[in-house]
């Protein structure tokens, strides 16, 4: 499941910059906090529920206002996003070396 539309470069080039270690969109504690856990596999209602917070985030062209609305949401809604950006990222990852598999 794409958790965004194919023609948002945004959250694209968002994801590549991810696959090469820089993450602008979160901040480092929520990084932190996530990596403290340990991310379970996307359910189906999360995959629906990522996709609906994914867009929210990419309606806004700025990084900063696409900050603004992460720091709108709750704890709950912003792991989930971070589960879904990183599973893109993993994707990302794998396609480009397909020898990792």
């Keep these: 499941m794409e958790f ?3 023609n948002d470069r945004s ?3 968002l994801v590549e910059l991810g696959a090469k270690g820089h993450f602008p969109l979160f901040d ?3 990084l932190n906090e996530f ?3 340990a991310p379970k596999k996307l359910t189906g209602n999360e995959k629906v529920q990522a996709k609906k917070l994914l867009s929210r985030v990419s ?3 700025s990084l900063e206002r696409k900050k ?3 720091l709108s949401m709750n704890e709950t ?3 989930l996003v971070l589960k879904a950006f990183f599973k893109m990222v993993e994707n ?3 396609d480009a070396k397909p020898e990792l598999q």
Aim: cysteine-free; overall charge positive; charged content about 40%.
């Design 4 to 6: 965004y539309d194919r």
């Design 11 to 13: 959250i694209k080039s």
């Design 28 to 30: 480092s504690r929520w």
């Design 35 to 37: 990596y403290n856990v």
């Design 59 to 61: 309606k806004h062209r």
């Design 68 to 70: 603004t609305v992460m």
């Design 77 to 79: 809604e912003r792991h």
């Design 92 to 94: 990302k990852i794998l």
